[in-house]
């Protein structure tokens, strides 16, 4: 699966299938508008930040320190 960021609407809406649909304009709005991570959005549900940030990889990845 591609990085959060990488993700167009309808492949966000299969990863949020079962879900109401506003949520993924929540998500959405939350990865590339707000710059948040999943457990960041606390609009969202517990359960549903939790399984977003398993779901999903990580948008950046530190390569050097």
Known sequence: ?????????????VVLD???A????QVWD???LRVQRP?????LPAALRATLDAALPPA???VAE
């Open 1 to 13: 699966m591609p990085a959060p960021y990488d993700l167009t609407r309808e492949e966000l809406a």
């Open 18 to 20: 079962g879900e109401p």
């Open 22 to 25: 506003y949520r993924v304009r």
């Open 30 to 32: 939350g990865l590339h």
């Open 39 to 43: 457990e960041d959005m606390t609009e």
């Open 60 to 62: 950046l990845q530190q």
